[in-house]
Nanobody, 119 residues
Framework: EVELVESGGGLVQAGGSLRLSCTASGINFDEYAMGWFRQVPGKEREGISCISHTDGTTFYADSVRGRFTISSDRATNMVYLQMNSMKPEDTAVYYC????????????WGQGTQVTVSA
């Protein structure tokens, strides 16, 4: 069974750090790219980072580049998002997602984890 489960969300002060984890059950990292998205109520979902395991490339949105780092562990089928120097505008529900390597859209989604950054 394919399933994505996020964890690690919570409350942090501005300037602090959090690490989100995504357990990717049933996902072969050779066949899927993994990404992190976030959404604030009333706003569109924002793609903030992704990683392709076939060539090791990573992508970061301008809003998080230099502060967030995506990584993965093939041995445990985990994907991580290390978030540093956090800002109140990083407050959102964060989602882990998977996209087939040759696909265009992310079609497999986790349930999300809330991240709140206080000023």
């Amino acid at each position: 069974e394919v399933e994505l489960v996020e964890s690690g969300g919570g409350l942090v002060q501005a300037g602090g750090s959090l690490r989100l984890s995504c357990t990717a059950s049933g996902i072969n990292f050779d066949e899927y790219a993994m990404g992190w998205f976030r959404q604030v109520p009333g706003k569109e979902r924002e793609g903030i980072s992704c990683i392709s395991h076939t060539d090791g490339t990573t992508f970061y949105a301008d809003s998080v580049r230099g502060r967030f780092t995506i990584s993965s562990d093939r041995a445990t089928n985990m994907v991580y998002l290390q978030m540093n120097s956090m800002k109140p505008e990083d407050t959102a529900v964060y989602y882990c997602a998977a996209r087939e390597i040759r696909g265009v859209n992310f079609k497999i989604w986790g349930q999300g984890t809330q991240v709140t950054v206080s000023a």
